[in-house]
Each structure stands twice: as structure tokens, then as C-alpha cells.
T-cell receptor, first 112, second 112 residues
Framework: EAQVTQNPRYLITVTGKKLTVTCSQNMNHEYMSWYRQDPGLGLRQIYYSMNVEVTDKGDVPEGYKVSRKEKRNFPLILESPSPNQTSLYFC???????????FGPGTRLLVL | RKEVEQDPGPFNVPEGATVAFNCTYSNSASQSFFWYRQDCRKEPKLLMSVYSSGNEDGRFTAQLNRASQYISLLIRDSKLSDSATYLCVVNEESGGSYIPTFGRGTSLIVHP
């Protein structure tokens, strides 16, 4: 089954404690992306990757890091989380960004 | 990043009504267009692609107007289950890949 998986699905943490949210897809897609969604602001892109070892900033990259060492994985790293990073995070993948984006189920993050 | 604008709504309609949403985009070089549906706090899922000639899928019709730079979604005979947020997505070409930009979504509430 074609899918995008994210882990963890829910996370409560404290300010400054480094965390990683994993994202994996099994469709051999080149393009992967991270979004955050906040009430009234819609989906905002954090980072995207057009292929292995190719990453670029989206609209709201501050406070986040990503890596793309393998085609299937695109982890999101928060080196020092802050309360304003409390949000719902989605990972997505597609074939070169041209076609349908497949989204993971989302990760709800609360930073205290 | 170019802009993609949607009326956030909510559009509050009775069952059986016909409702239409528009989405405007600013980049005339945009390449491809989609409508996604998002249920509350769940991942967005593709509803339909939008082709230049327009396309229909059951009660849903999507159209593209390149001259005026907007896409539309028409829902006929609304059902309670159509209640959701509808996101338009516009893809722009960048270095051989395509970067999707999401609108903030239009909320639809269908009531009995």
C-alpha cells in the first residue's frame, strides 16, 4: 500500500529539548516536503527536498532542520524547540512535485 | 513565493444546494492545479486535478481560467459528508521540479 508514515503521531516536550519527527514514504518519490498547520494560517511549508541531498527552505524554516540522505526518508529536526513551534505537522511526498501529493497522518506537537 | 488566495468562508449551505469556490493565483507561469479536501485536523487528500478543459467527477466540477488566473470547484447536490475544508494547490516549475503552493482553504458546512 502506497503511504507516507510519520512518527511520532503525538508528542509533548519541553522548551529546548531536541526532537526529531520521522517521515518515510514507500512510493519512490523524489519530492518530499514538511508543512505546519496552525488555525487561520493554513498549511505553511517549512522545508522541501527535490531529491536525495537536495533540500531547500520553504516559507517558515526558522527553528527547523531537515536532511535527505535516503530517498524514502525526510526527518524534521527541532534542535531547540520553543512554544511557538506547537503545531500540527504534515509530511508529504510526490513525483517531482508535479502530481498528487500524498500526506502523512500528521504529528501533533506541544512544546511547553 | 507567489500567492494563492481563497475565501476562508465558512460557506454554510443546506443539503442539496450547489456551492462554488474560487481560488486565485498570482503566478501566470503556474503549471498544474489541484483541489484537496481536508477533514478536521486530518491530512489533506486529493479531491481532483484541474485540467485546462475542465473536468467533472460525479457531483464535483473543477475549472481553470488561465486568462483570469483562477480555478474553481463546483459541488452540486451537497451532502452532509461534504463538510470539510477545501484547499487549492498551484504548482510552479522550479529547476525541473514543481513546487506546490497551497491556499489557506475554504471551509464548507453542509447542514440538514
Amino acid at each position: 500500500e502506497a503511504q507516507v508514515t510519520q512518527n511520532p503521531r503525538y508528542l509533548i516536550t519541553v522548551t529546548g529539548k531536541k526532537l526529531t519527527v520521522t517521515c518515510s514514504q514507500n512510493m519512490n518519490h523524489e519530492y518530499m516536503s514538511w508543512y505546519r498547520q496552525d488555525p487561520g494560517l493554513g498549511l505553511r511549508q517549512i522545508y522541501y527536498s527535490m531529491n536525495v541531498e537536495v533540500t531547500d527552505k520553504g516559507d517558515v524554516p526558522e527553528g527547523y532542520k531537515v536532511s535527505r540522505k535516503e530517498k524514502r526518508n525526510f526527518p524534521l529536526i527541532l534542535e531547540s524547540p520553543s512554544p511557538n513551534q506547537t503545531s500540527l505537522y504534515f509530511c508529504a511526498s510526490s513525483y517531482r512535485g508535479l502530481t498528487t501529493q500524498y500526506f502523512g497522518p500528521g504529528t501533533r506537537l506541544l512544546v511547553l | 513565493r507567489k500567492e494563492v488566495e481563497q475565501d476562508p468562508g465558512p460557506f454554510n449551505v443546506p443539503e442539496g444546494a450547489t456551492v462554488a469556490f474560487n481560488c486565485t493565483y498570482s503566478n501566470s507561469a503556474s503549471q498544474s492545479f489541484f483541489w484537496y479536501r481536508q477533514d478536521c485536523r486530518k491530512e489533506p487528500k486529493l479531491l481532483m486535478s484541474v485540467y485546462s478543459s475542465g473536468n467533472e467527477d460525479g457531483r464535483f466540477t473543477a475549472q481553470l481560467n488561465r486568462a483570469s488566473q483562477y480555478i474553481s470547484l463546483l459541488i452540486r447536490d451537497s451532502k452532509l459528508s461534504d463538510s470539510a475544508t477545501y484547499l487549492c494547490v498551484v504548482n510552479e516549475e522550479s529547476g525541473g521540479s514543481y513546487i506546490p503552493t497551497f491556499g489557506r482553504g475554504t471551509s464548507l458546512i453542509v447542514h440538514p
